[in-house]
């Protein structure tokens, strides 16, 4: 079991001590019962998803399908700065 060091303000101790005091919990068991209703009430977003929602996809010059083809790609600026020697 791994042990966490967190530091609160003084009013964020007064209402731990009060939801451990209401509840009969220790002050552990209240932070992590804490924590598990976070994470289960954050959103679970693909990258995809993020990237759309920040308005990456598409910000960008450049052929549409580089990473379908970015083999293609790579050998053809290859030869075209071989050429420019």
Known sequence: MKVLSVRLTDSD????????AATGKTPSAVMKEALHLYAGQA??????????????????????????????????????KRNRR
């Open 13 to 20: 101790q007064e209402v731990l001590d009060k939801v451990s």
């Open 43 to 80: 959103p679970s977003k693909s990258p995809a998803e993020l990237a759309r929602e920040f308005g990456l996809i598409g910000a960008f010059a450049g052929p549409v399908d580089l990473a379908e083809n970015a083999k293609r790609y790579l050998q053809k600026r290859i030869r075209a």
